[in-house]
């Protein structure tokens, strides 16, 4: 078993706003938490002008989706052994996906730009 657990690893490539690119090697049974906390406490020495405060301001991206904290890499069903591309990014708070407030205010600020043109 012990063999088999050194193959469940996940490399993680991670891309900041800037374009820096950082990999890490993670195992699938991380969360979205645990890997923000892990590159909070293991900042590439490259990245200094994008650190943050805090780790619970880091977020995930993943193929255009923001990872809520206790979703795990193995829930995401990534290709085993190849490198998985996330974007990483600071924001204080996720959109909500069941949000209608922040949908219906979305929608009034299109209608209003639209009355404008």
């Given at each position: 078993?012990?063999?088999?657990?050194?193959?469940q690893?996940?490399?993680?490539?991670?891309?900041?706003?800037?374009?820096?690119?950082?990999d890490?090697?993670?195992?699938?049974n991380?969360?979205a938490?645990?890997i923000?906390?892990?590159?909070?406490?293991n900042?590439?020495?490259?990245?200094?002008?994008?650190?943050?405060?805090?780790?619970?301001?880091?977020r995930?991206?993943?193929q255009?989706r923001?990872?809520?904290?206790?979703?795990?890499?193995g829930?995401?069903?990534?290709?085993?052994?190849?490198?998985t591309?996330?974007?990483?990014?600071?924001?204080e708070?996720?959109p909500?996906?069941?949000?209608?407030?922040?949908?219906n205010?979305e929608?009034?600020t299109?209608?209003?730009c639209c009355?404008?043109?």
């Amino acid at each position: 078993p012990f063999l088999q657990r050194t193959l469940q690893v996940v490399n993680l490539r991670l891309i900041l706003v800037s374009g820096k690119t950082q990999d890490f090697i993670f195992s699938p049974n991380d969360s979205a938490t645990e890997i923000a906390r892990h590159v909070f406490e293991n900042w590439p020495a490259g990245w200094e002008e994008e650190s943050v405060s805090s780790p619970s301001i880091l977020r995930l991206i993943f193929q255009g989706r923001f990872l809520h904290g206790n979703v795990t890499l193995g829930a995401l069903k990534l290709p085993p052994g190849r490198t998985t591309v996330m974007h990483l990014v600071a924001r204080e708070t996720l959109p909500e996906p069941n949000s209608h407030g922040q949908r219906n205010r979305e929608k009034t600020t299109e209608s209003s730009c639209c009355l404008l043109l």
